[in-house]
Each structure stands twice: as structure tokens, then as C-alpha cells.
């Protein structure tokens, strides 16, 4: 958690920041969430630390309750391999991974996907599509089992998923829902089942944040933590890495998924993801020496 920094304040060193989730982990009370706002707005203030995000989501979440305007340091993922273009599918597996392993939903809605997709191919007898889920393909694997598949169809859970950059990693195409219908599926369904801590804790939907927007907050920002709210869930939701990111197509309905499925060039996508990859990982690494220097040059 990066409420854990608190504890090298003390040393009045250099910091660096780095939220790769909600900011408020490990502080949800709402005075010892304050206090950490107050901290994070000390360190954000020294001239060589900085405060970072490796998602726009998080960058703004951050920004709603301090003021302070996080860095965008996305996470690179190199370590999936040297070869920034590892897909590869293979006529062994042409099968589309519904991702990630811990796929969100009820049992009503996995067998609503059933039936969708049983009329789907009775309505097309020439179809063949088929689908696995990683968890059961795969209770382990490795990133070359995932990149021989032709594309992931991400059901998210999570407003920023680590796997998410993997697959980018590797341009496997990837297919989401669109804002509008992940809203409505989170509303159904409570998809986003870790998108706020309170329903983490509670498992709950959450009513709405314990902290007030902060006062220096110019930005029009619905409650982040307002799960009853459509207007907050399409304004947080569409900051979310599968919305922000490029090449990642968007599906409104299952049978849209399945038409898309069916009709994107997926080569074609891959190879937009591999461009993607190298500059975002060009500008990636300028930041990391710009703060470096930063914190370098007490």
C-alpha cells in the first residue's frame, strides 16, 4: 500500500510515491484517510519527491481527495519477455480467453453468456466460435500459453488490472464492454467488486466516500466511491486502463462480441498494440529519468 511511505518521513529523504491502487488502502478510517491525505500533500510539496500513478484512474482518484496532480508512470510489464511482440496464436488454440483468472459475475450472469451464445450459433450454424475461461484452461500457465489464443475478452473486476498490462505486453487483442454496458452489468451485477475498498471490507456496494472532495479541486469529479450513481460510475469508469489505453475494442452487447469477434482484423490490431508499446515505453522511461534526476539532485 502506498500509505505504507509514511513510515520513511521521518528520514526527510527523497520520495517517491507510487499508487498502483487506492491510495486509501490501509488508511480507510476516515481520520487516519485525512491524515494520509495531509501526509501525501507534505510530500508532494518537497521539491525532489513526487507522487505517482501508474493509472489515469488513480492519477484523478488522488487528485479528487488532495489536490495534489499525481505523475501518469504506467506499468511496462517488460518482464513478460524481451520481445515486445510475443502473440502468436496457434491453430491448437482457437479458443477466445475470457480473462482475467478471477472472473467476476454470478452464476445468472455466466449463464446468460451461455445462452446469448447458444442462440448466436444457432442463428449461425457456421460459426465457431468457443470460449475458455484462463482458470479453467489453464490453473497454471505461462504467458506464451496465453499469447497462442487469438484474443482475451476481459470481464474486469478491477478498475486497473496488472494482467491488463501483461497482455497489452504481449499485443494479444483485447475485447471489453463498453463503459455504457459495464456500468449496467455493475449495476446488475457488482462486476467491479474491488474497485472500492468498502466493498472490499464489506461486500457491499458502496454508498459513497467518508472523505469530502478537497477544496482546491477546480474539476466538475463525481464521487468516486458512489456506487448507486450512474453519472459517477460513466465518469470514473471511462478513466479506467481499458478505456484510456488504445486498440482496445470495445463491445456493447454480447452479440456484438461475437460479431467482432468474427470480424476484426486481429493481426492488424496486434500490430497497432506493438506501435503503442514503443512509445508508450519511450515516454515511460523519459518520466522515470525525469524523477530520478529529481530525487538525485538533493
Known amino acids: 500500500p502506498s500509505a505504507m511511505c509514511e513510515l520513511f518521513m521521518c528520514f526527510a529523504k527523497p520520495m517517491l510515491v507510487w499508487a498502483t491502487t487506492r491510495f486509501e488502502l490501509g488508511r480507510e478510517e476516515p481520520s487516519r484517510w485525512q491524515q494520509w491525505c495531509s501526509n501525501l500533500r507534505w510530500i508532494a510539496a518537497q521539491p525532489h519527491s513526487s507522487v505517482a500513478a501508474n493509472n489515469l484512474y488513480d492519477a484523478v482518484y488522488i487528485y479528487y481527495f488532495t489536490g495534489v496532480k499525481p505523475i501518469l508512470l504506467p506499468s511496462l510489464a517488460l518482464y513478460v519477455g524481451e520481445s515486445v511482440y510475443r502473440w502468436s496464436p496457434s491453430l491448437a488454440h482457437k479458443s477466445f480467453l475470457l480473462a482475467p483468472k478471477r472472473l467476476p459475475g454470478s452464476a445468472r450472469f455466466w449463464s446468460l453468456f451461455q445462452r446469448r451464445l447458444e442462440i448466436y450459433r444457432m442463428n449461425y450454424p457456421k460459426t465457431t466460435l468457443s470460449f475458455d475461461s484462463i482458470a479453467q484452461l489453464y490453473p497454471k500457465y505461462s504467458f506464451d500459453d496465453l499469447a497462442a489464443h487469438p484474443a482475451i475478452v476481459c470481464i474486469p473486476y478491477q478498475i486497473s488490472l496488472m494482467s491488463f498490462f501483461e497482455w497489452y505486453r504481449m499485443c494479444i487483442p483485447i475485447f471489453v464492454p463498453s463503459v455504457e454496458l459495464l456500468v449496467h452489468w455493475h449495476l446488475d451485477y457488482q462486476l467491479l467488486h474491488e474497485r472500492t475498498w468498502a466493498q472490499v471490507r464489506t461486500g457491499h456496494p458502496s454508498k459513497g466516500s467518508t472523505l469530502n472532495q478537497h477544496s482546491s479541486v477546480e474539476a466538475h469529479l463525481e464521487d468516486p466511491n458512489d456506487d448507486s450513481s450512474v453519472a459517477a460510475l460513466r465518469q470514473w469508469l471511462a478513466m479506467s486502463d481499458f478505456y484510456v489505453w488504445p486498440h482496445v475494442i470495445q463491445f456493447e ?44 539532485h538533493v
Open 253 to 296: 452487447s454480447w452479440d456484438h462480441l461475437f460479431d467482432l469477434l468474427l470480424s476484426t482484423d486481429l493481426v492488424e490490431v496486434s500490430t497497432r498494440m506493438k506501435r503503442t508499446n514503443e512509445e508508450i515505453q519511450r515516454e515511460t522511461i523519459k518520466t522515470w529519468q525525469h524523477v530520478l534526476q529529481k530525487m538525485h
